[in-house]
């Protein structure tokens, strides 16, 4: 069956613009995540869904960073005004549900630049 | 100090060889275990995962979790060229939610 599926693959924009990143996560999973992976940071928790509800944003590094999941399916990360400091790979990953130990399956994420 | 550790390599090795990748965390609350496998411009996909302390072994590979000493280990036998990669440690704590903390990643190249 389809993976979790993000999009764009590449993204390339200038410093001050806003960017929309899409998840669509496995058919039937409940939860979904957004991960950032850097040089220097490595792979780095973002923000959690239940649904459409996100109870754990605690990995957002600024009010800059915001994410939104519609039917209890695809999701978009939103990030404005970019820094260059956002350059990374924006993964996400679903799994069936979030509590007790449910494997999590990643797509291939969006590869950020910042110029 | 970050809370999971992993030597980030590059490791080297020739083809055939018994691979062993470790890592240390510092939080004892994590009770589940993975070992995730990623290429180049590719997503982490899921090798193994093993629930507190113990083996699991699954074809040429096998976890181990030593909860008192906070070690994980990962071996690959008969290693190949197609397990060249990054493999990233990553643990939970089982809780609502079930976010990942991962280690930096070891680069890992088996040479034919």
């Known amino acids: 069956g389809a993976g979790v599926s993000q999009s764009p693959s590449n993204k390339v924009t200038e410093k001050g613009k806003d960017v929309e990143l899409r998840c669509d996560p496995i058919?039937?999973?409940?939860?979904l995540y957004w991960y950032r992976q850097s040089l220097g940071q490595g792979l780095e928790f973002l923000i959690y869904?239940?649904?459409?509800?996100?109870?754990?944003k605690s990995g957002l590094p600024s009010d800059r960073f915001s994410a939104e999941r519609t039917g209890g399916s695809v999701s978009t990360l939103t990030i404005q005004r970019t820094q260059q400091e956002d350059s990374a790979v924006y993964l996400c990953?679903?799994?069936?549900?979030?509590?007790?130990?449910?494997?999590?399956?990643f797509g291939d994420g969006t590869r950020l630049s910042i110029l | 100090q970050k809370e999971v550790e992993q030597d980030p390599g590059p490791l080297s090795v020739p083809e055939g060889a018994i691979v062993s990748l470790n890592c240390t965390y510092s939080?004892?609350?994590?009770?589940?275990f993975m070992w995730y496998r990623q290429y180049s411009r590719k997503g982490p996909e899921l090798l193994m995962y093993?629930?507190?302390?113990g083996n699991k072994e699954d074809g040429r590979f096998t976890a181990q979790v030593d909860k008192s000493s906070k070690y994980i280990s990962l071996f690959i036998r008969d290693s190949q060229p197609s397990d060249s990669a990054t493999y990233l440690c990553?643990?939970?704590?089982?809780?609502?939610?079930?976010?990942?903390?991962f280690g930096a990643g070891t680069i890992l190249r088996v040479k034919s």
């Open positions: 990953a679903s799994s069936l549900e979030g509590q007790g130990y449910q494997p999590q399956h």
């Open positions: 058919s039937g999973h409940t939860a």
């Open positions: 869904f239940q649904g459409n509800s996100a109870p754990d």
């Open positions: 939080n004892s609350a994590f009770q589940y």
């Open positions: 093993t629930y507190s302390s």
């Open positions: 990553a643990m939970n704590k089982g809780e609502y939610g079930n976010k990942l903390v």
